[in-house]
């Protein structure tokens, strides 16, 4: 089957993103296809490229960009709510005239348009919130 | 409005949380907004607490939010007609479809339970 997550909680803030990562990989495990995670509401924080977590705890971001580069999972960020929350691309980040940027690829700032499609091509399109 | 039966949408919404306090209610509606701008057929279900949004009279946020109430009043503009609020939860805090900013048809748990098995894709906020 193609599947699509939709992950609405913060890194480290609820059990959202690590219980999205962990169906992720068993969903795949199983011979299914995992076509794009898409984060939304406070999850646009899992695309956070600064975020550097103790060494002993599990690393969120970098697991996310495993997907992509083991399984080409699209990773796809609501930019309406990442813009709110400080969540910026280079290009954002220079059309609002800021320093620094806190998101790059393979996390893809996107309309909530994607998400609407996501859910109507995959087979399934599973939630994870706080 | 219209009755359950006749409703098989291609995206029922799921609205959980009270206008203020947080942004689920914004960003739940923002993605009714947005998918019935793509053209798909929009179903929104006030459940819980979200049947708050519906409580006429509301004003901007206490904390510089813009509130809802004027984004409420834009679905019809968006074809966004099938509106069904959760009838245990009216009981809950005393209320009637009479006290609702919109025409919202008041459904029980079984028909609740039908809502999501009739439309094709399901989004909680």
Redesign the interface.
């Known amino acids: 089957m193609r599947y699509g997550l939709l992950v609405q909680g913060a890194p480290y803030s609820s059990q959202a993103s690590h219980s999205a990562l962990r169906f992720a990989r068993a969903l795949i495990a199983r011979g299914h296809r995992l076509e794009s995670v898409f984060f939304y509401h406070d999850g646009v924080y899992n695309a956070a490229r600064l975020a550097a977590p103790p060494q002993d705890e599990p690393h969120l971001i970098d697991a996310w960009n495993g997907l992509n580069a083991e399984h080409g999972t699209q990773l796809q960020v609501c930019i309406a709510a990442a813009l709110r929350r400080g969540l910026l691309d280079e290009l954002e980040s220079a059309r609002h005239g800021k320093r620094g940027h806190a998101v790059e690829s393979p996390f893809e700032l996107t309309g909530l348009g994607q998400l609407i499609d996501l859910g109507h091509e995959v087979d399934r399109l599973v939630t994870f919130a706080p | 409005m219209s009755s359950p039966s006749d409703a098989n949408g291609?995206?029922l919404i799921i609205l959980r949380h009270a206008p203020h306090g947080s942004?689920?209610l914004r960003?739940g509606l923002?993605?009714a907004l947005?998918?019935a701008?793509?053209g798909?057929s929009v179903s929104l279900l006030f459940q819980g607490d979200g049947i708050m949004a519906l409580i006429p009279g509301q004003g901007a946020g206490a904390l510089g939010q813009k509130g809802t109430a004027a984004t409420l009043d834009m679905l019809a503009m968006y074809d966004i007609e099938s509106l069904y609020v959760d009838a245990s939860a009216l009981d809950r805090f005393g209320m009637t479809p009479d006290d609702l900013q919109l025409p919202a048809l008041p459904v029980d748990d079984a028909t609740i339970s039908r809502l999501i098995a009739v439309h094709?894709?399901i989004?909680?906020?």
């Open positions: 291609d995206l942004s689920w960003e923002d993605a947005v998918a701008a793509f798909k094709r894709l989004l909680t906020f």
